[in-house]
């Protein structure tokens, strides 16, 4: 069982809609989890961190954490085709992250 | 804010060349890492210190060899490039572990072996 499982892609929206993006871990003993953007033939990139319960909002985006059902979304709002990219998630484990394999997210105008 | 470095952007070498792929960051992190990641694929652990003198393999079986004799300086290096090394190789470091500190990813090598 891989440690971090991310919905299949790839994710079409139109522009303005909301795009959710969803992940699940197989560690309970995780504690902290990111949401990577990572563009064509660039490097992954942070845009969202959480690690209580909850959710968490910076700007467009909305990260939530369900740890009981050990579950960690992205939700992303009035979505722009400069969103287009494939979102990771990520959640540490013993002594390391492990990212999920990435949900292609398209954004159309 | 992280800044790390990976020198070179790009490389195309022969095969049976060895190449050493540079990776410098400037923040004192004590953890580094290598990832492997083909176009359009999932990011594959190769390599990783948790500091000086410290190297662990990761996920990824791989013929590569990495070195830590200096906190911000953990190069990777092909002994002898062949085809199956063509990728892009990612270099990431953090402060404190991974719990609570995020990884920060330089920009990448692309390596091709023809």
């Known amino acids: 069982q891989k440690e971090v499982e991310q919905n299949s892609g790839p994710l079409s929206v139109p522009e303005g809609a909301i795009a959710s993006l969803n992940c699940t871990y197989s560690?309970?003993?995780?504690?902290?989890f990111f949401w990577y953007r990572q563009y064509s033939g660039k490097s992954p990139e942070l845009i969202m961190s959480?690690?209580?319960?909850g959710d968490k909002e910076d700007g467009r985006f909305t990260a939530q954490l369900n740890k009981a059902s050990q579950y960690v979304s992205l939700l992303i709002r009035d979505s722009q085709p400069s969103d287009s990219a494939t979102y990771l998630c990520a959640v540490n484990g013993p002594g390391r992250l492990y990212f999920g394999r990435g949900t292609q997210l398209t954004v159309w105008p | 804010e992280a800044d790390i470095y990976q020198t070179p952007r790009y490389l195309v070498i022969g095969t049976g060349k060895k190449i050493t792929l540079e990776c410098s960051q400037t923040?004192?992190?004590?953890?580094m890492y290598w990832y492997q990641q083909d176009p359009g694929m999932e990011l594959h652990l190769i390599h990783y210190?948790?500091?000086?003198?410290?190297?662990e393999k990761g996920d990824l079986s791989s013929e590569s060899t990495v070195s830590r004799i200096r906190t911000e300086h953990f190069p990777l290096t092909l002994e002898s490039a062949r085809p199956s090394h063509t990728s892009q190789y990612l270099c990431?470091?953090?402060?404190?572990?991974?719990?609570?500190?995020?990884?920060?990813f330089g920009n990448g090598t692309r390596l091709t072996v023809t």
């Open positions: 560690d309970r003993g995780s504690q902290s």
């Open positions: 210190s948790y500091g000086v003198n410290s190297t």
């Open positions: 990431a470091s953090s402060e404190f572990g991974t719990y609570n500190s995020p990884l920060h």
């Open positions: 959480i690690y209580s319960n």
């Open positions: 923040m004192g992190h004590d953890k």
